[in-house]
T-cell receptor
Framework: DAKTTQPNSMESNEEEPVHLPCNHS???????IHWYRQLPSQGPEYVIH???SNVNNRMASLAIAEDRKSSTLILHRATLRDAAVYYC?????????FGPGTRLSVLP | AAGVIQSPRHLIKEKRETATLKCYPI?????VYWYQQGPGQDPQFLIS???????DKGSIPDRFSAQQFSDYHSELNMSSLELGDSALYFC?????????????????FGPGTRLTVL
């Protein structure tokens, strides 16, 4: 299975941008990069996904390195509701392989 | 918008009992995935179904079985429950996309069923 590496935890101040990195040096040419987040005792929530080009949606932006071996999820203005575990997932066939993720804390 | 529905939300069972978890995907979604998340752990893929046929299998114990019905809802049946089966069980669904699930599919997760085995 394709593997990802993320920092265990990060902190941000409220209303500041947050850059969550993910390394995926073994990514294959067809793997999509998905980002999900999970609040305590809730199901994972889709954030954004991309293949090669940078992507933007109402929740976040995804910056993908030219060699695709790393990516960065960007939350433009962190809010307290953004505190969660963020998972970077390389799609492998149909099922998702979740890694440890990054626990994001947002300080008021 | 309609989301993935799971029932029950909480379930308490004794060791060696059986349990059935149900998942109702988003309308018109034809693919269902089951994940297990133990305390302090990451979600682990168990099994998936596409158009009522098993499409992929992960780390699902032989004591567990699952199926997808004609209305696309799915049930996870768990027998001879063990203490280690205590976990959150998530169901996710994806929709029609060029004839079947692909790596681009966005998975929409339900709220989960918390199973406690005593």
């Amino acid at each position: 299975d394709a593997k990802t590496t993320q920092p265990n935890s990060m902190e941000s101040n409220e209303e500041e941008p947050v850059h969550l990195p993910c390394n995926h040096s073994t990514i294959s040419g067809t793997d999509y990069i998905h980002w999900y987040r999970q609040l305590p005792s809730q199901g994972p929530e889709y954030v954004i996904h991309g293949l090669t080009s940078n992507v933007n949606n109402r929740m976040a932006s995804l910056a993908i390195a030219e060699d695709r071996k790393s990516s960065t999820l960007i939350l433009h203005r962190a809010t307290l509701r953004d505190a969660a575990v963020y998972y970077c997932i390389l799609a492998y066939g149909q099922n998702f392989v979740f890694g440890p993720g990054t626990r994001l804390s947002v300080l008021p | 918008a309609a989301g993935v529905i799971q029932s029950p939300r909480h379930l308490i069972k004794e060791k060696r009992e059986t349990a059935t978890l149900k998942c109702y995907p988003i309308p018109r979604h034809d693919t269902v995935y089951w994940y297990q998340q133990g305390p302090g752990q990451d979600p682990q893929f168990l099994i998936s179904f596409y158009e009522k046929m098993q499409s992929d299998k992960g780390s699902i114990p032989d004591r567990f079985s699952a199926q997808q019905f004609s209305d696309y809802h799915s049930e996870l049946n768990m027998s001879s429950l063990e203490l280690g089966d205590s976990a959150l069980y998530f169901c996710a669904s994806t929709g029609f996309l060029q004839g079947g699930p692909t790596s681009t599919d966005t998975q929409y997760f339900g709220p989960g069923t918390r199973l406690t085995v005593l």
